[in-house]
C-alpha cells in the first residue's frame, strides 16, 4: 500500500513517473552515470491519495482511481471528543466546558496547541486548562 498525502503538490515528472506505475508496473530509476534508467518491475499495490485541492490533480491521474471519496470536517462534538481523548493520553486535564469552546471557535489552533504539547514530551503534567476547583482557590 502506498499512501500520498497532499498529491496535489506531486510535481508533473512525478506525477507521470507514477501514471507509468500504475499503467505498466514499472518505475523507472536512474542509476547509471550515462543517464539511462533503470526500469524496475513495481508489484500491484493499493494506492490512496489525499489532497484538499481535487481540482489540481491532472485528469489522467483521477481516471486512474476507482473510487472517490470527499470528507466533510469534524462536527463540534466530534473535535471535542479529539481534544479530550488527545488531552486525557497525555495526562493534561481541560473542563468539557474548554473543549466545547476549543472545537467551536479554534479548530486550528487546536492542532497546534496538541501538537505543542506534544513536542514539548509531557512536561507538563500538571497543566490544568479549564476551572480552578473552588477549593484551590486563595
Known amino acids: 500500500m502506498l499512501l500520498i498525502d497532499e498529491c496535489h503538490c506531486l510535481g508533473r515528472m512525478a506525477a ?8 505498466e508496473g514499472v518505475l523507472n530509476v536512474n542509476l547509471n552515470k550515462n543517464g539511462t534508467p533503470v526500469r524496475i518491475r513495481v508489484p500491484p499495490f493499493t494506492l490512496i491519495a489525499a489532497t484538499t485541492q481535487p481540482s489540481a490533480l491532472s485528469a489522467p491521474l483521477i481516471q486512474r482511481f476507482g473510487r472517490h471519496f470527499r470528507f466533510g470536517f469534524y462536527s463540534t462534538d466530534e473535535l471535542r ?10 495526562d493534561v486535564e481541560f473542563d468539557d466546558g474548554v473543549c466545547i469552546e476549543l472545537a467551536s471557535t479554534l479548530a486550528i489552533a487546536i492542532i497546534l496547541r496538541i501538537q ?4 514539548n514530551g509531557g512536561r507538563y503534567p500538571h497543566l490544568h486548562l479549564g476551572r480552578v476547583p473552588s477549593s484551590e482557590v486563595g
Open 16 to 23: 507521470e513517473e507514477l501514471l507509468l506505475v500504475l499503467e
Open 116 to 119: 505543542h504539547l506534544r513536542w
Open 81 to 90: 471528543t479529539i481534544i479530550s481523548n488527545a488531552t486525557e493520553r497525555m
